[in-house]
């Protein structure tokens, strides 16, 4: 039994816990940050360089964090045939708070109706761009725990981030993904190798509970995003250098031992000076530095800097950047496509990163690979972690399928609708007007949204929202509670199930509905 101590007494853990499938959703519409330097008067290359910023995704009045969790949750079942009977667990993280009681996971849990599966653990967690990685954790410590009754996990994170209007507004964007969590996952987690950095700040937080708009400290903010990376930084490696003498391994931690570095990403500057960062910690904690040539070379004026007071420095962070250079196009710049793309999804924004680099590689460049993982959330909370590939990238293999399953990524982004800046602003106006309304219907298209996209119907007087789908056909929309096992997606191309991890978690069959087409059946009941 999952959990149990063997005869011989000996404890095991379930093998390569983590990451075995992952979704990402992203909204149909986007502007251009090019126009946008110009409707709102400012400098060009303020967003697009300055920021690092190309497009950014909004939401019109027809999507709110409950219908974007949907859209990704089922998008994720669906791709991967997964019967709703497997999840034994199921949480969400999001700052995106429409309801002070009511969870976005109870929401959920209408798309497990027809299963009859209402044994699913978790609700809700929340600390800003944090929650999402908050409940990851959470899953995988399920499924390493005595609590694992042998099904699946699923982490969710999802956000719309809007500001109101002024230089912040650029940095937004919205998103969700979706991640399946259980044992012998293609990114299996580094067990007890996690940095994290507690602290408490107002450098970005929601004190208006009618409002969507956040009070951000701008400068406050980069300096605790920071300071935390340090921290976190220092603690994983201290964890792994002991983990490392243990094992009898001689050797410093760097940057290096790193294939792949992601960060969360309010915007994509941000993240370059991130690893230019890490450089330097790097650098301060060597020993003894070469500074006559190769990566440090030429840094020696910094040698005896304290890291807490170069935040702002100019200087330090150039040098840093110019060293890193090659540093950063080898192990971080492929993770800001959706980032640059589509703008700060807030909790799924470091985990849109990750999708990102899967999509833009092959199973075999992936292959045994190591991915550094930073997660910050304001307020503040952080922690730097790692998931090691898997060697197995043969084809049909659980890494060859989160491949292709992302692998239309770009195709996604691409085929998103662009529209002006003055429609943009429109939106964001509607938004702000009808914010927590009751007794009202969204006036978005639902046109404009992806085929398989949930969307709001109506808010009635008492505060309670409606949602259908927008079918794959473009037939009549599906009304939320009744998802039925006909629903059909054109993205899946096999009618190969994942397997369940134990035994005696139900399987649905195998079975088509035609040509291009996957029956999907949530189990007998």
Not at 211 to 224: F, M, N, T
Not at 370 to 394: C, E, H, K, N, P
Request: hydrophobic fraction near 35%; charge should be negative; charged fraction near 20%.
């Amino acid at each position: 039994m999952p959990g149990s101590v063997p005869a011989n007494g000996e404890a095991t853990w379930p093998k390569d816990v983590g990451i075995i499938a992952l979704e990402v959703y992203i909204p149909s519409l986007y502007v251009e940050q090019s126009e946008l330097e110009q409707f709102d008067g400012v400098s060009a290359g303020k967003y697009t360089i300055g920021l690092g910023q190309a497009r950014m995704g909004f939401c019109s009045d027809r999507e709110d964090i409950n219908s974007l969790c949907m859209t990704v949750v089922q998008q994720l079942m669906e791709r991967n045939c997964l019967s709703y009977d497997s999840i034994g667990r199921l949480e969400v993280g999001t700052e995106t708070i429409i309801d002070k009681s009511k969870s976005v996971k109870s929401v959920l849990m209408q798309l497990f109706e027809e299963s009859g599966n209402t044994d699913v653990e978790g609700v809700d967690t929340t600390n800003a761009c944090y929650g999402g990685t908050a409940a990851l954790f959470n899953a995988v410590n399920w499924v390493e725990s005595s609590s694992w009754d042998g099904r699946y996990a699923l982490a969710v994170a999802g956000d719309i981030a809007v500001y109101a209007t002024g230089s912040a507004r650029p940095t937004g964007g919205a998103g969700a993904v979706a991640m399946l969590i259980g044992p012998n996952a293609p990114l299996a987690f580094d067990r007890g190798l996690r940095g994290t950095h507690m602290q408490h700040a107002y450098d970005f937080y929601k004190p208006d509970m009618v409002s969507e708009y956040p009070v951000v400290d701008g400068k406050l903010s980069i300096q605790c995003y920071l300071s935390a990376l340090d921290r976190c930084y220092s603690v994983y490696r201290n964890k792994t250098h002991a983990q490392w003498q243990r094992e009898g391994v001689d050797k410093r931690f760097s940057l290096a031992d790193f294939d792949y570095m992601i960060f969360h990403s309010p915007y994509c500057k941000l993240v370059q000076k991130s690893l230019a960062r890490l450089l330097l910690n790097d650098f301060l904690s060597h020993p003894n530095p070469n500074t006559e040539s190769g990566l440090y070379s030429g840094l020696e004026a910094f040698r005896d800097v304290k890291a807490e007071d170069t935040y702002f420095d100019r200087d330090v962070e150039k040098a840093f950047l110019k060293a890193s250079e090659e540093m950063f196009e080898q192990k971080t710049k492929g993770s800001l496509l959706v980032s640059n793309q589509n703008g700060n999804m807030y909790t799924p924004s470091v985990y849109g990163c990750l999708a990102s680099v899967i999509a833009q590689k092959t199973p075999q460049q992936l292959a045994g690979q190591r991915i550094g993982v930073f997660s910050y959330g304001s307020g503040f909370a952080a922690t730097l972690y790692s998931m090691r590939v898997t060697q197995d990238a043969t084809p049909g293999s659980a890494l060859d399928k989160m491949v292709a399953s992302l692998s239309d990524l770009q195709a996604r982004l691409d085929s998103r609708k662009k529209v002006s800046p003055a429609v943009f602003a429109d939106n964001m106006k509607l938004r702000e007007e009808t914010h927590h309304l009751a007794n009202y219907t969204p006036q978005g298209s639902v046109d404009e949204l992806f085929p398989g996209t949930w969307y709001l119907t109506h808010v009635d007087e008492k505060h309670r929202r409606q949602y259908s789908r927008r079918s794959h056909s473009d037939d009549t929309p599906l009304e939320a509670g009744l998802v039925n096992s006909t629903t059909t997606t054109t993205t899946a191309t096999t009618t190969e199930h994942i397997p369940s991890p134990a035994k005696k978690v139900p399987r649905i069959p195998a079975s088509t509905a035609g040509p291009g087409l996957v029956t999907i059946s949530n189990g007998d009941h």
